[in-house]
């Protein structure tokens, strides 16, 4: 049984930074692709990061670049997304995804498919 658990999320003052963290269970972690999912409320649920197997590729979404970085330490089963620079329109509720799709096309937009596996979500929100 596949388990995917975040942790991190709370609340932040703009501009402020905080940690994401995703631990997965009962898969081959170091196997596939991760990412970072997010949904604001009234919105669909959007990708913005994945990093691939062995962590020396990544995407970001375009309204993170430069802001969010993607990490992963396979010995751990553990993905993380360090978010700096935080803004109001960050707020979401943040969701781990295992085992996905992610690649760029020839205008370099990134691309995310639905994961496999998702996670509970963890909720961020940046307010002052």
């Known amino acids: 049984q596949v388990q995917v658990l975040e942790s991190g999320g709370g609340l932040v003052q703009p501009g402020g930074s905080l940690r994401l963290s995703c631990t997965v269970s009962?898969?081959?972690?170091?196997?596939?692709?991760m990412g970072w999912f997010r949904q604001a409320p009234g919105k669909e649920r959007e990708g913005i990061s994945c990093i691939l197997k062995s962590g020396g590729i990544k995407y970001y979404e375009d309204s993170v670049k430069g802001r969010f970085t993607i990490s992963r330490d396979n010995a751990k089963n553990t993905m993380y997304l360090q978010m700096n620079s935080l803004k109001p329109e960050d707020t979401a509720m943040y969701y781990c995804a295992a085992d996905l799709s992610c690649w760029t096309t020839t205008s370099n937009m990134a691309i995310f498919r639905p994961p496999n596996y998702w996670g509970q979500g963890t909720q961020v929100t940046v307010s002052s």
């Open positions: 009962g898969l081959t972690f170091d196997a596939v692709a």
